[in-house]
């Protein structure tokens, strides 16, 4: 799957990145799955805002994105579910998980939106991989925030995708817990042949990058 991004410049912040150097604001950027795509930026420069806008969470920017040539303000609301269920998966900065429903409930109501990619006994298989089995029975809201990430890692891994947007995906996380994320994240995506799109602060070595661009 490609995504195509051809002089994206998100209005609201027009005046603050007109003078930025940037390789992907007012460019034609090309991303072809299977890369891995690292995007390095600073805060308040743009990465959550640019998430959103190519999963068509935000509509106020300038240029296009098309997903395999068609531009998303043209994909109706029906296709663009189709899209997230079978080709892109995404980690969100804020997680967005239903706190009063438990860790695992909001892991499952991923896995059963299409056709199940796994069974449900992965969930538990993943759950020890990254250490919150215990807490698969508690509600989210009152799982820590690093929890809470996993939980979410686990959430996007559930369904197939080509693409796999994250958006600082281990900013509560030790380094003990980030290499095991690490590892589960390249295991499905090397199954998929899934590429993704990882935005964060710093320079780092978590994955073998196809390449980094500066937002």
Known sequence: MQIELT???????????????SDIWNKTVLFQSPQKIKIKAPSGSGKTTFIHTLYKLRYDYAGDVCYDGI????IQDDALATIRQQKISIIFQDLRLFPNLTAGENIELNRVLQAPFYEKEKIN?????LGVASILAQRAGLCSYGEQQRIAIIRAMMQPFEWLLMDEPFSHLDQENI???????????????????LTDLDDDEHFEYTGTIQL
Do not use: H, W, Y
């Not at 002089?7 to 150097?21: E, F, H, T």
């Open 7 to 21: 002089q994206i410049i998100p209005v609201p912040l027009k005046d603050k990145l007109s003078n930025r150097a």
């Open 71 to 74: 531009n998303i303000k043209n």
């Open 125 to 129: 298989e993943m759950a020890e991989a």
């Open 179 to 197: 290499s095991k994320a690490i590892t589960l994240i390249k295991t499905e995506c090397d199954k998929r042949n899934a590429g993704f799109i």
